[in-house]
């Protein structure tokens, strides 16, 4: 369920990151409004995450999917450029949260949610 929450958080960090750019500058209420309650969300799930995936894997994890996700909004429907290098890092991004879940042991887990 840990690892839920940090989809979770991840995707709500995309959200905030995407509302700031509409709040321009928090002086639009209505994406203000919601940006602040993604980033309010966000954190409240990352650190429930926290609870049992070790600090370095759920922030890694984390900031992961907040900047490739960012990154790919932008692309999409910001029209910003994907040049090859772009996407190819983009790439590396999810290919490293990729792995650091794949490496992530059910020990290690219980072993932080213990300390």
């Known amino acids: 369920m840990a690892w839920f929450y940090l989809l979770l958080a991840g995707l709500s960090e995309i959200g905030w990151a995407f509302g700031l750019k509409y709040s321009?500058?928090?002086s639009e209420p209505v994406p203000t409004v919601v940006t602040i309650m993604l980033i309010i969300?966000?954190?409240?799930?990352?650190a429930k995450a926290m609870k049992t995936i070790p600090i370095g894997t759920a922030y890694a994890v984390f900031t992961g999917i907040g900047a490739a996700g960012?990154?790919?909004?932008?692309i999409v429907f910001l029209g910003e450029p994907a040049g090859l290098l772009k996407v190819l890092f983009i790439s590396l991004l999810l290919g490293g949260i990729i792995?650091?879940?794949?490496?992530?042991t059910d020990q290690d887990e219980r072993t932080e949610g213990a300390s």
């Open 70 to 74: 960012t990154a790919l909004i932008g």
């Open 24 to 26: 321009k500058g928090f």
């Open 41 to 46: 969300v966000s954190f409240m799930l990352f």
């Open 99 to 104: 792995g650091l879940k794949r490496s992530s």
